[in-house]
């Protein structure tokens, strides 16, 4: 839909210009995605989810069981494990027989007793002798079960909780009766022409909010969305801190303290590979502001050759290729920080607007001549397995 198009102003239930029926609210959302779909920054990249029901919009995120245990063997043919993505009972996933395999190494432990919370004995494979080794990953290779056992214990995984906050979006039209009586040149109809550009704005605000944005906290570091002036947790803030504990928890965060690079950028989509990202269902892209954009299209410039007699200069790249084989297009903010980069995947990000009150424009008491609008809406940003399938690089020089 084009913005040039009035058509918003006529949806179903909505505006008509037959005074029978014309009503004081009127639903933008129409004008408001159309901005949205045009745009070739960040928010272009988002879709609209579903509807939220409170100002504090909760989600629930399940997870797989993780395929390795930290742990680290000693000269005593013992282990001592913790079991990785967080969990804290290894009888939920070490049993009697597991085989694991230490990271970089080809030996292969076989626990001979059942999982206890401090240490396993085990018997080896591939060795004629012990070899002890400090903490490291360790891959579940195999988990045999006889015919005999009954069945194992259930070790399903505990659903997460994830949360944001609802945040008003507002702007006012306000129109005097000699202005909207005027007649002005390309305009007809001052109204519909101040929605379009005050709902432009908003999508900057909105983007703004969606990168930038952090939660309210009061005094004693508590977030909370029982406020009237609330604010939502943007990307930012949601990977560093995806619980919203005011505690940075980092897993797929690296600051670089340095010129950004293609390592740079290989080593965060490893990272949040190995945490359990851009699997199969993952859409990644990279989203950065103009400064660290220059730097990736100067990415090994002096490799590229040219025809002779071609009249083009520059470089310009929008696609990055991970030495893991993943593409990811690379989206250029006006509004993102310099010093930052963020591997976001697409399939689990969303814009949630507030039952009722997605975009709309809503007459206002009228004040002598004056007719006054206020375009508002409410909305938050839902962000999956922030932990694990998104990444940050920050401090870029």
């Given at each position: 839909?084009?913005?040039?198009?009035?058509?918003?102003?006529?949806?179903?239930?909505?505006?008509?210009?037959?005074?029978?029926?014309?009503?004081?609210?009127?639903?933008?959302?129409?004008?408001?995605?159309?901005?949205?779909?045009?745009?070739?920054?960040l928010l272009g990249h988002i879709k609209m989810g579903s509807v939220g029901?409170?100002?504090?919009?909760?989600?629930?995120?399940?997870?797989?069981?993780?395929?390795?245990?930290?742990?680290?063997?000693?000269?005593?043919?013992?282990?001592?494990?913790?079991?990785?993505?967080?969990?804290?009972?290894?009888?939920?996933?070490?049993?009697?027989?597991?085989?694991?395999?230490?990271?970089?190494?080809?030996?292969?432990?076989?626990?001979?007793?059942?999982?206890?919370?401090?240490?396993?004995?085990?018997?080896?494979?591939?060795?004629?002798?012990?070899?002890?080794?400090?903490?490291?990953?360790?891959?579940?290779?195999?988990?045999?079960?006889?015919?005999?056992?009954?069945?194992?214990?259930?070790?399903?995984?505990?659903?997460?909780?994830?949360?944001?906050?609802?945040?008003?979006?507002?702007?006012?039209?306000?129109?005097?009766?000699?202005?909207?009586?005027?007649?002005?040149?390309?305009?007809?109809?001052?109204?519909?022409?101040?929605?379009?550009?005050?709902?432009?704005?908003?999508?900057?605000?909105?983007?703004?909010?969606?990168?930038?944005?952090?939660?309210?906290?009061?005094?004693?570091?508590?977030?909370?969305?029982?406020?009237?002036?609330?604010?939502?947790?943007?990307?930012?803030?949601?990977?560093?801190?995806?619980?919203?504990?005011?505690?940075?928890?980092?897993?797929?965060?690296?600051?670089?303290?340095?010129?950004?690079?293609?390592?740079?950028?290989?080593?965060?989509?490893?990272?949040?590979?190995?945490?359990?990202?851009?699997?199969?269902?993952?859409?990644?892209?990279?989203?950065?502001?103009?400064?660290?954009?220059?730097?990736?299209?100067?990415?090994?410039?002096?490799?590229?050759?040219?025809?002779?007699?071609?009249?083009?200069?520059?470089?310009?790249?929008?696609?990055?290729?991970?030495d893991m084989g993943v593409e990811m297009p690379v989206v250029l903010d006006?509004?993102?920080?310099?010093?930052?980069?963020?591997?976001?995947?697409?399939?689990?990000?969303?814009?949630?607007?507030?039952?009722?009150?997605?975009?709309?424009?809503?007459?206002?008491?009228?004040?002598?001549?004056?007719?006054?609008?206020?375009?508002?809406?409410?909305?938050?940003?839902?962000?999956?397995?922030?932990?694990?399938?998104?990444?940050?690089?920050?401090?870029?020089?």
């Amino acid at each position: 839909m084009s913005l040039a198009s009035t058509a918003f102003m006529a949806a179903p239930g909505g505006y008509s210009t037959e005074l029978s029926t014309k009503l004081d609210k009127i639903d933008m959302s129409q004008l408001l995605a159309a901005v949205l779909v045009q745009d070739k920054e960040l928010l272009g990249h988002i879709k609209m989810g579903s509807v939220g029901t409170n100002i504090e919009h909760n989600w629930i995120e399940d997870e797989l069981n993780p395929m390795y245990v930290m742990a680290s063997g000693s000269a005593t043919n013992k282990i001592t494990c913790s079991v990785g993505y967080g969990t804290t009972s290894l009888t939920r996933i070490l049993r009697r027989k597991t085989v694991i395999n230490p990271a970089g190494s080809e030996i292969l432990v076989q626990l001979t007793a059942s999982a206890s919370a401090l240490s396993n004995t085990v018997a080896i494979y591939g060795s004629t002798s012990w070899v002890a080794w400090t903490m490291t990953k360790c891959y579940i290779v195999a988990q045999p079960w006889a015919d005999i056992d009954s069945a194992s214990s259930d070790i399903s995984q505990s659903r997460t909780k994830r949360k944001n906050y609802m945040q008003v979006f507002e702007n006012a039209v306000e129109i005097t009766q000699t202005r909207k009586n005027m007649s002005m040149e390309a305009v007809v109809n001052e109204l519909q022409l101040q929605s379009k550009y005050r709902t432009m704005e908003i999508k900057r605000m909105l983007d703004m909010s969606v990168i930038r944005g952090y939660a309210y906290a009061s005094d004693t570091s508590i977030y909370s969305g029982d406020l009237e002036h609330r604010t939502m947790a943007g990307l930012i803030q949601l990977i560093r801190d995806y619980d919203l504990d005011a505690t940075n928890e980092d897993t797929t965060v690296t600051q670089a303290s340095a010129a950004l690079t293609i390592g740079h950028i290989n080593s965060l989509a490893y990272k949040i590979f190995s945490a359990g990202g851009l699997d199969e269902q993952a859409d990644p892209i990279i989203v950065v502001g103009p400064k660290q954009q220059r730097i990736i299209a100067g990415f090994e410039s002096e490799l590229r050759r040219v025809e002779q007699g071609e009249r083009k200069v520059g470089y310009y790249r929008d696609v990055f290729m991970t030495d893991m084989g993943v593409e990811m297009p690379v989206v250029l903010d006006r509004w993102f920080p310099n010093d930052k980069l963020i591997i976001l995947d697409r399939n689990r990000v969303a814009l949630i607007p507030m039952k009722g009150d997605a975009w709309h424009l809503e007459k206002m008491a009228k004040t002598g001549r004056n007719e006054k609008w206020q375009l508002s809406g409410q909305y938050t940003l839902e962000l999956r397995n922030a932990d694990k399938c998104h990444g940050l690089l920050y401090d870029l020089r």
